[in-house]
């Protein structure tokens, strides 16, 4: 069986969402050649990539930058699964999200009210929605993250873009 191509729109489409995209998550994480944990205790390193990374070891600008690209596609794919044929600004301010906390946000119609919105074609409320995604558990404790309230109220702002 031949893999299906995609056409050269969707291929533009999904390039100019995960730049957008990028374009939170870039100041949002900033960049840390070296692992860390984040608040919530998760080993990351480069532009907030939790994926396959090695404490003690340095990251080139360039594996930070492919690490970025590889996963920040990977949420736009996911957000397309879950929800096609967003807006673009919706569809990366989602991708953000997808790729800051998991899929559950975009995807989870039990557990997300941002989910079944976007299944329910209310892109605004569902915007509004990314505002709650602001805490994480540190300590054993769910608390509110500055960085988080920004990053997700720069994610609302692109996101309510693609309703108006």
């Known amino acids: 069986m031949t893999p299906r191509r995609e056409s050269p729109d969707k291929r533009r489409r999904i390039a100019a969402v995960a730049a957008l995209a990028a374009a939170l998550a870039i100041p949002a994480e900033g ?28 990251y080139s600008l360039a594996e930070c930058r492919q690490r970025l690209d590889a996963d920040m596609l990977a949420a736009v794919e996911t957000v397309e699964r879950c929800a096609p044929g967003l807006p673009e600004p919706v569809h990366a301010a989602f991708a953000d999200s997808v790729y800051n906390i998991g899929p559950k946000i975009a ?25 709650r995604w602001n805490k994480a558990t540190v300590g054993g404790v769910l608390v509110e993250l500055p960085g988080l309230t920004k990053r997700r109220h720069a994610a609302r702002e692109l996101c309510i873009k693609g309703v108006r």
């Open 31 to 58: 960049l840390r050649h070296y692992a860390y944990r984040d608040p919530p205790g998760i080993l990351t390193v480069c532009y907030g990539s939790t994926t396959d990374v090695q404490a003690g070891r340095r």
């Open 107 to 131: 995807c989870d119609t039990r557990n997300s009210t941002a989910a079944r919105m976007l299944q329910a074609g209310d892109l605004a409320g569902a915007c509004d929605q990314l505002l």
